[in-house]
């Protein structure tokens, strides 16, 4: 018996992709939106497992809104990179599954690791 509960978070920042030719190899922003997949088997007496709460408030303290992230990571900003890191830091307090970071509507990267 097992539950997955997703939780989602918009940030804003600037990047862009060093070794890159391309569009990308220039600043530019996204808002960016991080979704968080956890796994859980068992609930408590009020019938939920993590409350949506504190995961969300989590989350939002750890996104880096409104930064330029090439200057606070020492990784290269990819949606890929990012959905790693994200998933490392929350995996520290809550039992992460899977973390998609959506660059735009339309194209996102997973990171899981399973
Ligand atoms: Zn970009």
Redesign the pocket.
């Known amino acids: 018996m097992s539950w997955e509960l997703v939780v989602k978070q918009k940030f804003s920042a600037a990047?862009?992709?060093e070794n890159y030719k391309g569009k990308?190899e220039k600043m530019?922003?996204?808002t960016f939106q991080v979704d968080v997949y956890l796994r859980v088997n068992k609930l408590d007496k009020v019938g939920i497992s993590i409350d949506f709460k504190n995961i969300m408030e989590y989350l939002k303290s750890v996104l880096p809104d409104h930064q330029v992230l090439n200057e606070i990571f020492d990784f290269s900003p990819?949606?890929e990179n990012l959905a790693r890191h994200f998933f490392h830091l929350i995996k520290r307090k809550y039992p992460v599954s899977k973390v998609i970071v959506w660059?735009s509507e339309n194209a996102a990267a997973s990171y899981s690791e399973e």
Do not use: I, K, N, V
């Open positions: 990047h862009f992709l990308c530019h922003g996204h990819s949606a660059e």
